[in-house]
């Protein structure tokens, strides 16, 4: 099969004939239609995330099952499916309490511990892949339906981590990015009284008017925070989420919270940032980590977007061949949205 590899860190991705995989006991094999590129997939590109090489990288799938390991009998050929990205035991007492992306156990990720959706089949232990459920037109729409596991599903779970409510106001650091946009589409959805697109790219306001954002803070004149209590009358947001974590973002985040304000910070690759613990105390602020989705949030992200109630944004869609080409707009911060790999 045509894969796209990486060989060694931050180096280019290169096309290779490899292997077609075939499945092991408790394996399944799927043919990948589709595959999202996202800041995730990019850091371990960029050399940021140490793994072996070479790697196949890639998890936001929409694949179809084409052959079944012995014991993977939940699964059969032309099942549709995505990717469940972290590779979790099922068994310990995070995964059964249904806090799975803590798992004691972890194996790590699709397309980093084990090669990924960047080819034309993908091998994956039967557990991690996730059937579709009926009412997505998956043929008609494979980057969309793949990159939910993640653009989508991250967002419902920091809908649901921040408890955000129609009364709450809510600001998006890196809103433009690939899932910043899909925050503000999950802010909308949840009926915030007012959702605030923040970003250093004014090129990409436009997308986020139009995703859900109410108004929109241009934070290259390091102002941000006084943005945000201006455009809350002097009160302060109420849920600050921090997807860039660097450059001062999370002071400027916490600069702009109000009384009972949530700050949810979820870059894997910040820097450290200084708070003032009175304001933590005078404010009753929160900070929350949000990492991933569960399983069940997947599951509830593929639904919302059967249901019509969220479509993803992927605005940049290429052959596998010119996976790089999108990485090196990634590493610019130039795709809005999400970007994706759709094979032929
Ligand atoms: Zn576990």
Redesign the pocket.
Known sequence: MKAMLIKAANTPLVLETVPDPTPGPGEAVARVLACGAGLTIHHARAGRIAFKYPRILGHEITGEIVAVGQGAADLKIGDPVTAYFYL?????????INR?T?????QGNVGREIDGGYAEYIKLPARSFMKLPPGLDWRQHPAEIGVVCDAIATPVKVIRRARVTPSDTVAVFGAGGGVGIHMLMLARWARARKVIAVDVMASKFQSCLKAGADATVDASDGRAAEQLLELTGGKGVDVAIDFVCSGGTQEAALGGLGKGGRLVVLAGHGQPFKAVTANFLRKELELLGSRYATRQEVYDSLDLVARGEIWPLVTEKVPLEQAESIHQRLDKGLVTGRAALVMD
């Open positions: 979790t035991c099922g068994q310990c007492y995070w995964c059964r799975e803590l798992c004691d156990n972890s």
